[in-house]
């Protein structure tokens, strides 16, 4: 038996929830809707008890025999972690104050590639890989690795470049063309950016 992801998108349709509505009614990222759904992992038990009564489905609604391949990995405590999503790049991390905490977002392990903290994209350099709004993973970095988007300590503040390395020195540039390539001087690295999660509003 396993759960079925057609089934709940089905549900949900049912009722009109977007991926979005249904995400937030259950405190989770639209992405992990999208997961459930597609298959690629199943939520765990308490979770399919929260959607059973959001959707007024009975529990054995969501299950259906065993016939894909597909391996679906099933959520439990020990495969999410909780990330926190920060209102702005902590200076101080691993230490974070209360108010630098905007909430806590659980995730599936798989996805999160050693992140520590989320931040949520503020302008449009990145674009279009990352837009405004959009849930940036962010895993601690000392040293630059090249090509990689990465967030670095610079004298105007904390920005989120694409890292170059060019004849000896380092660039900072941006995905959107309209933004010119930076030679960066006094910068410290601070983190990368490891996984973009797109959001749905």
């Known amino acids: 038996m396993k759960f079925s992801g057609k089934k709940l998108e089905a549900a949900r349709r049912e009722k009109e929830f977007s991926q979005e509505v249904l995400a937030k009614k259950l405190g989770v990222v639209r992405q992990t809707i999208m997961y459930w759904e597609k298959g690629t992992f199943a939520p765990d038990k308490a979770a399919q008890d929260k959607l059973s009564n959001i959707l007024d489905k009975p529990a054995s609604y969501f299950v259906e025999e065993e016939k894909a ?45 050693g992140a520590k903290y989320m931040i949520q994209c503020a302008g449009d350099s990145m674009e279009p890989e990352m837009r405004i709004g959009d849930y940036c993973l962010i895993r601690p970095e000392s040293e630059v690795i090249n090509g990689k988007i990465m967030v670095m300590e610079t004298p105007a503040g904390y920005q989120i470049k694409r890292v170059v390395k060019r004849d000896g020195h380092v660039e900072l540039h941006s995905d959107n063309k309209k933004y010119k390539v930076m030679k960066a001087k006094d910068v410290r690295v601070v983190g990368q950016v490891v996984k973009i999660i797109k959001n749905a509003e």
């Open 69 to 113: 391949e597909k391996q679906v990995i099933p959520i439990s405590e020990e495969n999410i972690i909780r990330l926190p999503l920060v209102a702005k790049i902590p200076a101080g991390y691993p230490e974070f104050s209360e108010d630098e905490i905007l909430e806590y977002i659980e995730l599936p392990r798989f996805i999160t590639r």
